[in-house]
């Protein structure tokens, strides 16, 4: 919740700010830019495996704030590369973001994902996920999420 009401904030600021821009179709030619970088990797890294585009759109020293991702871009491609294999990129995405928000440089895109309901396993449920990034210098600088923290891998066997 903290960190939903940080996003808010975060763009509430940003929007303010964007009165001094040239403004084109909706967005800054700026905004335009990052929806295009940030789509680069939610949509053709991670969603489509390509990993390799991560030197062209995050910066080196790429700050993750989910608990589970290393930071720097090397750590997120390593973290990224487990059991992953890239298919060929289409135009559509897998997951179609059900809202996307430019504000300057943050851009957060949220989906919907299907989970295990802890009541019963046996059923599913509808959940809200949201990634947010800014972009630096034409770069991804730094992400959140609503992730919280796994268990280690061997806590999660028992």
Not at 75 to 80: A, D, H, N, P, S
Request: aromatic share 8%; net charge positive.
């Amino acid at each position: 919740m903290k960190r939903l009401c940080a996003a808010a904030m975060i763009f509430a600021s940003a929007s303010l700010t964007l009165s001094a821009q040239k403004i084109v179709g909706g967005k800054s030619r700026e905004e335009k830019k990052n929806l295009e970088v940030a789509t680069l990797e939610f949509k053709d890294m991670l969603q489509y495996g390509h990993l390799e585009l991560a030197d062209k759109v995050m910066a080196p020293d790429y700050i993750q704030h989910n608990p589970n991702v290393p930071g720097g871009r090397e750590g997120f491609k390593q973290f990224m590369s487990r059991n992953r294999a890239a298919e060929p990129i289409q135009k559509e995405w897998k997951r179609t973001p059900t809202l996307i928000i430019v504000a300057g440089p943050y851009v957060m895109f949220m989906t919907d994902v299907k989970a295990k309901d802890p009541a019963d396993p046996a059923k599913e449920y509808t959940r809200d996920h949201f990634d947010l990034v800014r972009v630096a210098k034409g770069m991804i600088a730094e992400h959140w999420d609503e992730a919280r923290k796994n268990p280690p891998v061997s806590a999660q066997n028992k």
